[in-house]
């Protein structure tokens, strides 16, 4: 699918719903079951998946702070960074740089 290379490619930018409605010429529910027939999950959980990876890698790798790699990575709220990194890591953000430092 076309909106999965594109979340790839631009998963540090603002993307919407409807943007990736738009991107795949479908219908809104014709899009979303089709991506998750595909992908196992929402467009948006994959992007958060997406997004969470990457955040990962630059909390290993970088001296950035964890409010840095939340907006390098595509989020725009802090706090939501937050949820999601503890709901797919089981560990906070901060945390997880501070674990993995002394490793």
């Known amino acids: 699918m076309k909106s999965i290379s ?3 490619e631009h998963y540090n930018e603002k993307i919407t719903l409807d943007f990736l ?7 809104r529910s014709g899009y979303i079951n089709k991506f998750k027939e595909i992908c196992k999950m929402p467009p948006l959980a994959y ?37 999601i990194f503890l709901k797919e890591k089981g560990i906070s953000p901060y945390t997880f740089k501070k674990q993995k430092k002394i490793i």
């Open 6 to 8: 594109y979340m790839h």
């Open 47 to 83: 992007l958060n998946k997406i997004r969470i990876s990457s955040a990962e890698e630059l909390l290993l790798k970088t001296d950035l702070s964890v409010t840095e790699v939340a907006f390098k990575t595509g989020f725009y709220d802090c706090s939501h960074f937050f949820k």
């Open 21 to 27: 409605v738009k991107l795949s010429r479908m219908s």
